[in-house]
């Protein structure tokens, strides 16, 4: 079995307490879809690990490759889309990663990225 990291791609700002869905029931609604995707995900042997992320707003970057450590507020990268959430998932191969990934699509209502992790650690 290989570790994929199944990463959610979502807006980097959102303005409402919704966290980006329309409306307070569309955002009910995928929370418990997610919910019941996470909970098949244990019945059937794939769950590693799961969460979601505050807004990239919260993120702090910290670049210690000089003497001394630079931190700074924000995220890294200035783009639309940033990661929202993730799981790591257990999976034969990579057509069942994707084949899970769709079905984590379709319960968070968002894009969803797929990668191997390397396996150097």
């Known amino acids: 079995m290989t570790h ?3 990463s959610v791609v979502g807006p980097v700002e959102y303005d409402d307490e919704f966290f980006g869905y329309d409306s307070k029931e569309e955002m009910e609604q995928s929370f418990a879809e997610t919910g019941a995707f996470n909970d098949q995900l244990k019945a059937d042997g794939y769950w590693v690990f799961a969460g979601g ?3 990239p707003a ?3 970057v910290v670049d210690g490759q000089g003497a001394t450590p630079v931190v ?3 995220p890294y990268l200035e783009t639309k889309e940033a990661m929202a959430g993730f799981w790591v ?3 034969p191969d ?3 990663a994707i084949k899970l990934a769709a079905a984590a699509s379709k319960a968070c209502r968002g894009k969803v990225e797929v990668r191997p992790f390397d396996g150097l650690a």
């Open 72 to 74: 700074t507020d924000g």
């Open 53 to 55: 992320l505050q807004s």
């Open 94 to 96: 990579l057509d069942v």
């Open 89 to 91: 998932i257990d999976a």
């Open 4 to 6: 994929y990291l199944m």
């Open 58 to 60: 919260n993120a702090t």
